[in-house]
Each structure stands twice: as structure tokens, then as C-alpha cells.
């Protein structure tokens, strides 16, 4: 028999503009800092000093948390989104 044991989203970090209709922003990272810790996943290339193109996927990180429940998975999440610079 199938047993839920635990919960976890997902969130995708990207460099859209919501100000400008969420196109792709380009340019070069000058400042990157990734969180990390106990049920933190972290998924993509992203580095300090990369270049972001215009014709490059706007996803430059996707951020997997997973928790005992569904609850405790969102303040992972929460946590992990305030820790990135």
C-alpha cells in the first residue's frame, strides 16, 4: 500500500522582470548567494560572474523543499527564498 510520507514544492528562480511584463532580464550575475540546509534542493547553473543572455532560459535556479508536511515543506521554502542574495 502507498504511505504519504512528507511533502514538497517546488520554486523557480528566474530573471524575469515583473515590472517590464516578466521578459527575460539579461546580464552579468555580480552578486549570488544560495541557501542551503536540511530538505533544501537546489537544481541549475547559476554562478557569480555568469552571463545571462538574451536568448537563454530565464530559469537560473529551481529550488526543491520538502518537509514532514505540506506546512512545514512552505517554511522551508520561505527560509530558502529569504537566504538567496
Known amino acids: 500500500s502507498l504511505v504519504i510520507r512528507g511533502a514538497a514544492m517546488q520554486c523557480r528562480i528566474t530573471t524575469e522582470d515583473p515590472t517590464n511584463g ?5 546580464g552579468r550575475i555580480t552578486a549570488y548567494r544560495s541557501p542551503g540546509g536540511a530538505g533544501i534542493r537546489l537544481g541549475g547553473g547559476a554562478v557569480l560572474g555568469g552571463e545571462i543572455g538574451a536568448h537563454f532560459d530565464s530559469m537560473l535556479v529551481k529550488l526543491t523543499c520538502r518537509g514532514r508536511d505540506f506546512p512545514a515543506a512552505v517554511a522551508r521554502a520561505y527560509r530558502a527564498l529569504a537566504e538567496f542574495r
Open 22 to 26: 516578466f521578459r527575460p532580464d539579461t
